[in-house]
């Protein structure tokens, strides 16, 4: 069985992330989407274990030390990271997996995977993301301005990535990331099987024809 793809996806705060994971899950089968751990307080409605595992910083650096952490990185003041275990276990049972990280997590994902792909979620302008993040609700004016200055520092980064994802629409957002993970089962690199297959066929033709 070939491994899984292990695709990460970033972007702006406010770009739309969470709800294009939930509806890419809903729809297709064969995603695992990665539960990161974070020491931010929980916002309304969001649930232990489904959102995130929300802990303490004590318990989140003891994580780091037992090397329990794929990678992690600390954004607007509280610390994020992805579990290491499920997503090797999924990874290797052959389903792909989701990671919705920051940029300093993506890139520390491509130095330890670096088949993995990096995907890049941004609303059409930065006027609409703006809209996005104040309609949303859920952050005072002061996180609101923490994050946008994050999107200044995150929109230098963008070139690392592999894709931008432009999250105008949702249905149509949702099938191309579906489509891009798809794509990348059939880089030679992910079937060399396949191709050792053919070369040995092929090789078995031409002694033939001698
Ligand atoms: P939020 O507080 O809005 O849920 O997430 C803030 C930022 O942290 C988002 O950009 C999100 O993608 C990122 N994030 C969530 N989980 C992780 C993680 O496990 N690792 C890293 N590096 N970033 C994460």
């Known amino acids: 069985m070939s491994k899984g793809i292990l ?8 770009a739309g992330k969470g709800t294009l994971m939930k509806r890419l899950t809903r729809d ?19 649930r232990e274990g489904i959102e995130y595992f ?6 989140f ?10 990678e ?10 992805t579990p290491r275990e499920y997503v090797q276990e999924q990874l290797e049972n052959g389903r792909d997996v989701i990671l919705e990280i920051e940029i300093q997590g993506a890139l520390q994902i491509k130095k330890l995977v670096p088949d993995c792909l990096l995907l890049f979620v941004t609303p059409p302008s930065a006027g609409e993301l703006r809209r996005r993040l104040e309609g949303r609700g859920t952050e005072n004016h002061e996180i609101i301005a923490k994050r946008l200055a994050r999107a200044v520092e995150e929109s ?3 070139e690392a990535y592999d ?8 249905e149509e957002c949702v099938r191309q ?16 099987a396949l191709i050792k297959e053919i070369r040995g066929e092929l090789n078995g033709f031409s002694k033939g024809a001698e």
């Open 7 to 14: 695709t990460v996806i970033s972007g702006f705060s406010g």
């Open 28 to 46: 297709y089968d064969n995603y695992a989407l990665s539960v990161s751990m974070t020491t931010r307080p929980p916002r309304e409605g969001e």
């Open 54 to 59: 929300f802990v303490d910083t004590d318990i």
């Open 61 to 70: 650096q003891k994580r780091i030390q037992q090397g329990q952490m794929l």
């Open 72 to 81: 992690y990185a600390c954004y607007c003041g509280n610390y994020y990271g």
């Open 156 to 158: 230098e980064g963008i």
């Open 163 to 170: 894709y931008i994802v432009i999250n105008d629409n949702l």
């Open 177 to 192: 990331i579906h489509s891009m993970v798809q794509n990348a089962h059939h880089t030679p690199a992910r079937q060399e």
